[in-house]
C-alpha cells in the first residue's frame, strides 16, 4: 500500500453529471451518508434503487421517497444499472461489487457521487481533523437564516431538522469533507474550509508529511477565482493557507491571532453559550453560539467568514442563524439528568477533539461539581500512534474510565489496547480505571456521581449507546 493513496479510488477523475450516471445503485444504502446522497440523486431525476442488510428508519425513509431498497446483496440487483456507489467501508468482496467490477460498470466512491449530486450550485467544503462536523451544521443554519436556504449533507443530524442531508431551494451547497481516505479531493469546491490540519488517519497517510500532502491536493482543487477560509491558530493550515497564497490562491484567514483577517476577539464563555467580535476589514459584529468550549467560537467565526466574505451574505443575518444554532447529534449532545447527574455525548475520537471537549466540559461545571469522563478509543492503530496525546486530553478530568478500543474496520493489535492510554495517565499522575465492559464502567461512574456532576460519553464507536444505560443506572441506584 502507498501511504495517502486510495488504490481503489481515482479521486482526481472527472465527476460525471448526474444525467450522465444512468440508473444508479446504491450498496448499503441505508446508511446516514449513503441515503443522503441516494435521495439527492433522486430528487434531480436519477433513477435509484439500493441495498443494505437490513431494515431501518434510514431505509424506509428511502422507500417512502420511492427508492426501491432491497435487503441483502446480490448480483441480480444490478440488472439494468450503469452505476454503483459504494462507500470505502465496502469491501472488494461484497458479491455486488464484484459483479459491478466483472461488468465494466462505473463504481464511484460515496464521495464522488455527493460531488456530482451538487450539480451547478456553489459548493463549500468544510475539512479539518477536528470541527469539521459543527462548522458544516453551523454554517448550514447561518445560511438559512440569510435567506440563502443550502442544501447540505454533514456527518450528524441537525438538532430540530433531525436530518444530516437536506436539498433546499437555494444555489449552495454545503458539504462535510472527509479527509480519512482522500475523498475529499472529489469535491472541486467553490469555498473551502479548513479548520485545522493535524495528524490522524496515519493508518491510511503514514505519516504527517502525506496529510499535508493530502491537505494541499483538496486546496489545490478550488476551482479559479475560489475561496480559501483557513484558521490561522493552528500552525498546519496557517501553512496551507500560505502555501495556497503563494501559489495564486485567494485566501481568507480567520481565528484569534493577530495575522486573522477575521478575527476573533473578547471571548467570553458563559454556561453552555460562547460570545465574542469578529472584525474583518473595519467592521464588527457580535458573535454568540449556543455551544460550549472556545474551539465552537471558532467553528462559529470560520462559518461567518465563509458566508461573509466567501458569498458575500449579510453578517448580522448569519450571526442571527449562529445564535439560533441548535447542534447536533453526538456533540455535545445531552441525553438526560437524573439524582441531579448530567449526562452528555460527544463523538470526539481524536486526541485535540477529546482535549477541546474536556476544557468545554470543566468550563460549563459549577464549583465543587466533578466531571466524569469515560472514554472509548476508536481504532487499534490510533490508540498506537496517540496514547500520550489522548491521556493528556482525559488528565484534567476527575474521573477517567476507559472501556477497550472499539476496532471498527481493524483487526486487533498485539500490545495495542486501551491499557497504553492509562499507562499515560499514570506517568501523569492521574489514576483512572480500564472496565472490561461497559456494565463495569456504568457501576464505576454511578457509585461515584454525586448531585451536580457531570458524565460524559466519549468516542466514535458503540459508546453513543451508554448514555440511557447510565441514567438507568442512576434512577435505579
Not at 86 to 111: F, K, M, T, W, Y
Not at 367 to 376: D, H, W, Y
Not at 456 to 471: N, Y
Request: glycine share 10%.
Amino acid at each position: 500500500m502507498a501511504f495517502g493513496v486510495n488504490e481503489r479510488f481515482d479521486f482526481s477523475a472527472p465527476i460525471p453529471a448526474p444525467h450522465a450516471l444512468g440508473a444508479v445503485h446504491f450498496i448499503a444504502i441505508g446508511g446516514s451518508g449513503m441515503s443522503g446522497i441516494a435521495s439527492f440523486l433522486h430528487d434531480l431525476g436519477v433513477p435509484v434503487s439500493g441495498c443494505d442488510g437490513a431494515d431501518s428508519a434510514s431505509v424506509e425513509r428511502l422507500r417512502a421517497e420511492g427508492i426501491a431498497v432491497s435487503i441483502g446483496h446480490s448480483p441480480e440487483h444490478l440488472t439494468g444499472i450503469d452505476t454503483v456507489v459504494v462507500s470505502s467501508a465496502i469491501p472488494e468482496s461484497n458479491p455486488e461489487l464484484q459483479q459491478a467490477r466483472s461488468r465494466g460498470l462505473r463504481i464511484l466512491h460515496r464521495a464522488q457521487a455527493l460531488a456530482s449530486a451538487m450539480g451547478e450550485d456553489t459548493r463549500i467544503a468544510v475539512a479539518g481533523a477536528n470541527g469539521k462536523t459543527t462548522t458544516s451544521a453551523m454554517l448550514a443554519s447561518a445560511l438559512r437564516s440569510a435567506g440563502l436556504d443550502p442544501s447540505f449533507a454533514i456527518g450528524s443530524e441537525l438538532v430540530g431538522i433531525e436530518r444530516n442531508a437536506l436539498r433546499g431551494d437555494g444555489p449552495v451547497f454545503v458539504a462535510e469533507a472527509d479527509e480519512s481516505d482522500g475523498s475529499f479531493a472529489s469535491y472541486h469546491p467553490h469555498i473551502a474550509i479548513v479548520t485545522n490540519v493535524q495528524p490522524d488517519h496515519l493508518d491510511f497517510y503514514g505519516d504527517f508529511a502525506h496529510v499535508q500532502a493530502a491537505y494541499a491536493a483538496f486546496a489545490a482543487s478550488i476551482p479559479q477565482g475560489g475561496l480559501l477560509v483557513a484558521c490561522a491558530d493552528d500552525p498546519g493550515a496557517a501553512h496551507l493557507a500560505a502555501a495556497h497564497r503563494a501559489a495564486g490562491g485567494h485566501v481568507v484567514t480567520y481565528g484569534e491571532s493577530p495575522a486573522a483577517e477575521v478575527r476573533l476577539t473578547e471571548v467570553k464563555m458563559a454556561g453552555l453559550r460562547g460570545h465574542g467580535i469578529v472584525e474583518s476589514a473595519g467592521r464588527q459584529v457580535r458573535l454568540e453560539v449556543a455551544a460550549p468550549g472556545r474551539h465552537n467560537l471558532l467553528n462559529a467565526t470560520a462559518a461567518l467568514a465563509a458566508g461573509w466574505l466567501g458569498l458575500d451574505a449579510d453578517p448580522e443575518a448569519l450571526v442571527d442563524g449562529l445564535v439560533a444554532f441548535p447542534g447536533t447529534r453526538r456533540r455535545f449532545e445531552f441525553k438526560g439528568d437524573e439524582r441531579g447527574v448530567t449526562v452528555v455525548d460527544d463523538y470526539a475520537h481524536n486526541a485535540p477533539k477529546v482535549a477541546a471537549l474536556v476544557g468545554a466540559a470543566r468550563a460549563v461545571l459549577p464549583a465543587g461539581a466533578a466531571l466524569r469522563v469515560v472514554f472509548q478509543p476508536h481504532l487499534y492503530s490510533r490508540t498506537r500512534d496517540f496514547a500520550e496525546g489522548f491521556a493528556a486530553g482525559l488528565a484534567p478530568a476527575d474521573q477517567i474510565v476507559l472501556l477497550p478500543v472499539y476496532g471498527a474496520r481493524e483487526q486487533p493489535m498485539d500490545g495495542i489496547d486501551s491499557h497504553l492510554i492509562t499507562e499515560h495517565l499514570s506517568a501523569l499522575g492521574r489514576e483512572s480505571y480500564l472496565a472490561a465492559s461497559p456494565e463495569a464502567a456504568i457501576d464505576e461512574l454511578v457509585s461515584s456521581a454525586q448531585p451536580g456532576d457531570l458524565i460524559v460519553t466519549v468516542g466514535a464507536g458503540d459508546i453513543t449507546r451508554l448514555g440511557p444505560r447510565i441514567l438507568a443506572a442512576l434512577r435505579e441506584d
